[in-house]
């Protein structure tokens, strides 16, 4: 009657998840649990706050709580929990083991300097899905310099292997910018060493107060023509067709982005403010707030500058950093327009027509 | 061993849900995802704790139009596999409300 008991199919969890999306239930919560944070790092969208920061404004311990009970109560799987530094939390394993006991699958999002034996143990008994660790080169001076934090290269080297020595599955991931866009291929090489997945995007994005400060460590033109080139062909690299529903992401449809305060962002990137937790429930957020209409409803043919674009089908785009650095949620992103113009270009120059 | 009086619950390390009426798994010691069919998913979600097994097997039986006797053995069989993976725990006592 009930066959194989566990029915590993991942067109069946592929179909729930669409679902999800199509019918604005709620899957995923990236949660910023705090802004505190104990690196620098020169590209970060974030306008961190110092390590030691008295920040009396963020979730408390039962109000992360109560979310994870309302979240639970609204279905959502996964939960990651990002920073800011999420292990300046002193409470993030009492939230995180309340979490896994409503159910959820929890990922962490680390820098992973404060990972001490001490700390794996605490990661290894929650049993995250997987912590994701940010490396931003393959060796130290390039790492450290961008972190601005000598010696914390050595120190996230150090957290994956012991992370690693406790069957907590990771990943490294790493942004793609002008000082280490050269490294890619060692950084392979890095995680490969340690038996683990690469992660990289050439995602530089303002500050999410609009400050374009980061923006100088984009790759330059050529840096990032070179890099398309090798990856980009008529073989490897079929351009988007054209359709007037196409989304570029899931924004509105089955996500959101929590912040430290309560804030309910529509995502990361768009940090367009659907409600506060301390003012509504989730369930009014996620059922009532308009926002989720307005921006699940970004397709293509509703971009009036993308529909007609003669890049479209070499661009993706993120409405956000379109928002954020040009000004209009639903005009041309130019840095997506820019990246759009040398995939086509790597792709004519090697065979594409 | 005679589990009809236990009383079935999610393992605190798995993570699941049940969507649409399919229950999707997040397993804790390989992080993999994996959907339960139909009436597995039915029974995983009947394993909250308040139920015990030959109440699941009773609502199972009902449901799915079946024989008792089969249910009870299909059940069964079912809840053994998901505790062999550490989807489930089997109580003793019935959850507090």
């Known amino acids: 009657m009930t066959g194989q008991a566990v029915d590993v199919n991942t067109n069946s969890y592929n179909d729930i998840v669409r679902r999800t999306r199509d019918e604005h239930r709620l899957f995923s919560v990236h949660w910023e649990i705090t802004y505190r944070c104990n690196e620098k790092c020169t590209h970060c969208y974030l306008d961190v706050l110092p390590p030691g920061a008295k920040v009396p404004g963020e979730l408390s311990t039962e109000e992360a709580k109560r979310v994870i009970d309302e979240l639970a109560e609204l279905g959502a799987l996964t939960l990651s929990f990002s920073g800011g530094e999420v292990f300046l939390r002193k409470d993030i394993f009492e939230i995180s083991r309340y979490a896994r006991m409503k159910g959820f699958a929890v990922r962490y999002f680390t820098n992973g300097i404060m990972i001490k034996p001490q700390i794996a143990d605490k990661i290894a008994v929650v049993k995250p899905v997987v912590v994701e660790l940010s490396v931003y080169g393959a060796d130290a001076k390039t790492h450290d310099g961008i972190t601005q934090v000598p010696g914390s290269y050595d120190l996230t080297i150090r957290a994956v292997k012991l992370l690693l020595e406790r069957n907590v599955r990771c990943l490294i991931k790493t942004p793609l910018m002008k000082e280490n866009i050269h490294q890619i291929d060692a950084l392979k090489e890095l995680a490969s060493d340690l038996g683990i997945t690469f992660k990289y995007d050439l995602t530089v994005t303002p500050k999410h107060t609009g400050d374009l400060s980061p923006l100088r460590h984009r790759p330059s033109d050529d840096q990032l023509l070179d890099f398309l080139r090798e990856r980009i062909s008529a073989e490897t690299f079929t351009p988007y067709p054209y359709n007037e529903n196409a989304r570029f992401c899931s924004i509105g449809m089955n996500s959101f982005d929590l912040g430290p305060y309560g804030d309910v962002y529509t995502c990361v990137g768009a940090r367009i403010t659907a409600g506060n937790v301390r003012q509504m429930s989730m369930a009014e957020i996620w059922d009532k707030s308009p926002v989720w209409s307005e921006t699940s409803s970004l397709t293509m043919g509703n971009l009036p500058v993308c529909s007609t674009c003669e890049l479209r089908q070499f661009c993706v785009r993120c409405h956000g950093t379109a928002a954020c650095e040009d000004g209009d949620l639903l005009g041309c992103s130019s840095i997506a327009y820019r990246e759009a113009r040398l995939r086509r270009k790597a792709y004519l120059d090697n065979g594409g027509h | ?97």
């Open chain 2, 1 to 97: 061993m005679n589990i009809s009086k236990m009383y079935p619950k999610p393992h605190p390390q798995t993570a699941g849900r049940v969507i649409d009426g399919e229950a999707v798994l997040i397993l804790a010691d390989s992080s993999e995802v994996n959907v339960l069919n139909q009436v597995g998913s039915r029974i995983f979600e009947l394993a909250n704790g308040n139920n015990s097994v030959e109440e699941i097997s009773e609502t199972i039986a009902g449901e799915y139009e079946i024989s008792r006797e089969q249910a009870d053995a299909d059940v069964r069989e079912f809840l053994l596999q998901l505790v062999d993976q550490s989807v489930i725990i089997l109580d003793e006592k019935e959850e507090d409300e």
